[in-house]
């Protein structure tokens, strides 16, 4: 497999790692977006987080949970990310989970700044995926 990720678990390619589990690992981003970014990823290559075993979602989020607070004592905000496939921006086709450091002064803004906001959806439409979604 030429997964750049793959290759980090199998000591392939080195990476800072912060920590790791069983089924999950965390390391520095090597191409960060602010002082700290850290990637979480399964450790079994899945394109998409509906993909993982109940298993591996529990312990990739309990990873996240755990490397969030030590993230977050950087500037006292973390912005977490998924991209979860190629139409969501997701640049490496495995389940990765970013945690990014925020300051009032890094100009990325709130995520509604990614999207144009004139959608000015309906009320039948909300009401379409009110029902399509709904469990």
């Known amino acids: 497999?030429?997964?750049i990720f793959c290759k980090i678990i199998s000591k392939q390619i080195p990476a800072k790692i912060l920590n790791e589990t069983s089924?999950?690992?965390c390391f520095l981003d090597a191409f960060p977006?602010?002082?700290g970014h850290a990637l979480v990823i399964p450790k079994n290559h899945h394109k998409k987080i509906q993909d993982m075993t109940s298993t591996e979602n529990s312990d990739l989020f309990s990873l996240v949970h755990t490397m969030m607070s030590k993230v977050d004592s950087l500037t006292?905000?973390?912005l977490?990310?998924?991209h979860n496939g190629e139409n969501a921006g997701q640049e490496v086709?495995?389940?990765h989970v970013h945690l990014i450091p925020r300051s009032k002064s890094d100009s990325a803004?709130?995520?509604h700044s990614m999207f144009d906001s004139s959608l000015g959806s309906s009320d039948s439409e909300i009401e379409k995926y009110y029902n399509l979604l709904k469990i």
Request: negative net charge; hydrophobic residues 45%; contains cysteine.
């Open 1 to 3: 497999m030429d997964c």
């Open 23 to 25: 089924h999950s690992i």
């Open 33 to 35: 977006l602010a002082n």
């Open 76 to 78: 006292g905000s973390t």
């Open 80 to 82: 977490l990310a998924i």
């Open 93 to 95: 086709p495995h389940v």
């Open 109 to 111: 803004g709130p995520v």
